[in-house]
């Protein structure tokens, strides 16, 4: 298995002293009147409905100009559509039409970039990165609590068999196992979480149009290149990593170019004409 060489080898050497057996783990939350209530859309539901609270706030201080529900839908639209395509395109071409199953995260992010970008760039004649840069730490939160759901849920996205502490088994899940695992969804949840709060906590800086999207798309690339070295996803053909860490690969190059590009500070006019001389 690729990971067990590229990872660090100190897992293997700690103390398999206990692993959790996740009984609470269950696809359907409660049933209310002979209708179930899912964990994962509930989970979503609330990621859709507080960043749609914070963006409305964000929008406002940063005074652009977007309906925060049409961009919601935008995001909304174009999400579902790229995660659908990516997953088509990924693990099963059936799955394009298919209602109950059939999305990825990343299709999605890249979906709902363009969708947005479009809304934002043609019909609200605002600035793309501006947007994009409000959006980045948003779009990151969503996708931890998410994640959270793809947990709670025990939707099948678990890493290979392990016997670290903390690993898992999920004997009620989506898609059971009765061998401790690991808890890959946490892993995302954290690290996704994590980059969440720095650009929370830096989009109040003095930094130029392009930066929270260029590090939002770099930092996300990095985080599940390595985290898909603990799934057990077979390498791309001629590769010796999976589809998702190539598509990492390219979010992390396109968050490079962004920043090469377009998030270098401007000259002033004293500067260019220093410059210039």
């Known amino acids: 298995m690729v990971a067990e060489y590229r990872?660090?080898?100190?897992?293997?050497?700690?103390?398999?002293?206990?692993?959790?057996?996740?009984?609470?783990?269950?696809?359907?939350?409660?049933?209310?009147?002979?209708?179930?209530?899912?964990?994962?859309?509930?989970?979503?539901?609330?990621?859709?409905?507080?960043?749609?609270?914070?963006?409305?706030?964000?929008?406002?201080?940063?005074?652009l100009k977007v309906d925060p529900s049409m961009l919601l839908i935008c995001a909304m639209v174009g999400g579902v559509i790229g995660a659908r395509i990516?997953?088509?395109?990924?693990?099963?071409?059936?799955?394009?039409?298919?209602?109950?199953?059939?999305?990825?995260?990343?299709?999605?992010?890249?979906?709902?970039?363009?969708?947005?970008?479009?809304?934002?760039?043609?019909?609200?004649?605002?600035?793309?990165?501006?947007?994009?840069d409000m959006l980045a730490p948003l779009l990151m939160l969503g996708h931890a609590i998410g994640k959270l759901g793809c947990f709670l849920s025990g939707d099948g996205c678990y890493g290979y068999p392990t016997e670290v502490p903390w690993a898992m088994s999920f004997p009620n899940g989506l898609v059971p196992t009765l061998t401790p695992v690991h808890p890959t969804p946490l892993y995302e949840m954290v690290t996704s979480g994590s980059v969440a709060a720095i650009l929370w906590w830096r989009r109040k800086k003095d930094a130029p149009?392009?930066?929270?999207?260029?590090?939002?798309?770099?930092?996300?690339?990095?985080?599940r290149f390595f985290i898909e070295d603990f799934r057990t996803y077979e390498p791309v053909e001629g590769f010796s990593i999976n589809q998702y860490q190539i598509v990492a690969v390219g979010l992390v190059l396109a968050g490079a170019v962004i920043y090469w590009t377009l998030a270098q500070p401007k000259a002033t006019p004293a500067e260019a004409s220093k410059k210039d001389d």
């Open 7 to 63: 990872l660090p080898q100190l897992l293997k050497f700690l103390p398999s002293l206990m692993s959790v057996t996740a009984e609470f783990v269950r696809p359907v939350l409660f049933t209310v009147f002979g209708l179930n209530i899912y964990v994962y859309g509930l989970c979503m539901a609330t990621a859709f409905m507080v960043t749609f609270f914070l963006g409305q706030k964000e929008i406002a201080r940063k005074q």
């Open 86 to 132: 990516h997953y088509a395109l990924t693990w099963d071409h059936s799955a394009l039409f298919a209602l109950n199953t059939g999305l990825s995260f990343q299709g999605g992010l890249i979906g709902g970039i363009i969708a947005t970008t479009v809304y934002t760039r043609y019909w609200c004649r605002e600035s793309v990165g501006k947007m994009l």
């Open 209 to 223: 149009t392009w930066t929270q999207t260029s590090d939002m798309l770099m930092l996300l690339g990095l985080t």
